[in-house]
């Protein structure tokens, strides 16, 4: 069984300062990991992905994450804000060995003030 | 290049009504997948097709049905509409196991 746990379902930041989205997964497999961004009456665009090879993932627009198997952990994290990354962000789980059903998390809405 | 386009964009219908969605997967991509998204929550997976057949499915009931056609294209059929199919309906193409890439949606709306 997998599944994903988006730790807050709201993220409040200025523009310009540094943004942190959390995400813990369990899975039974060693997992796929990805983040998506959704903007309003928009399907999902892929921010990242994590498929076992280097723990520190860099994704678009500024944004990386870190894989911790230890703690089970994939936060999503971006140096500096801006307006335009105001969006829903979904942490993804998908299982190895062949079965691929994604389990998303319920979202992360970042909101960016000026 | 377009990318994945799904149409209607918004619909409208009662219950106990049927209705079919429809999805154009982005050139070069095979396998086509289905989701469904409540308000307020994440994506959950109904089904994935690949090579005109169901490959995988999630947690729903058989009154949600799909097909893919020999150009890759799929429709989604919802039976006996319930007010809780009320929800955006995102469809997603790869090709493969390299990541989705998603369309806009169909808005569903039940009456």
């Known amino acids: 069984a997998q599944s994903v746990t988006q730790l807050d379902s709201h993220v409040s930041v200025s523009e310009g300062t540094p943004v942190l989205l959390r995400c813990n997964y369990s899975?039974?497999?060693?997992?796929?990991l990805f983040w998506y961004v959704q903007h309003p009456n928009k399907g999902l665009q892929l921010l990242l992905k994590?498929?076992?090879?280097?723990?520190l993932v860099k994704g678009i627009n500024g944004f990386e994450a870190e894989f911790k198997k230890s703690e089970t952990s994939f936060h999503l994290t971006k140096p500096s804000a801006h307006m335009s990354d105001a969006a829903e962000y979904f942490c993804v789980v998908s299982g190895a060995g062949g079965s691929y059903i994604p389990t998303f998390g319920r979202g992360t809405s970042l909101i960016v003030h000026p | 290049d377009a990318g994945v386009t799904q149409s209607p964009t918004h619909l409208i219908k009662t219950r106990g009504q049927q209705v079919t969605l429809r999805c154009s997967p982005k050139?070069?991509?095979?396998?086509v997948s289905w989701y469904q998204q409540a308000l307020g929550q994440g994506p959950q997976f109904i089904f994935q097709y690949y090579e005109e057949e169901e490959r995988q499915r999630g947690n729903f009931p058989d009154r949600f049905s799909g097909h893919q056609f020999p150009n890759y294209s799929s429709e989604l059929n919802v039976n006996a509409l319930l007010l809780g199919d009320s929800a955006l309906y995102l469809c997603?193409?790869?090709?493969?196991?390299?990541?989705?890439?998603f369309g806009d949606g169909t808005r569903l709306s039940i009456l």
């Open positions: 899975s039974s497999y060693s997992p796929s």
């Open positions: 050139s070069g991509h095979d396998t």
């Open positions: 994590y498929t076992s090879a280097a723990t």
């Open positions: 997603a193409s790869s090709f493969g196991g390299q990541p989705q890439h």
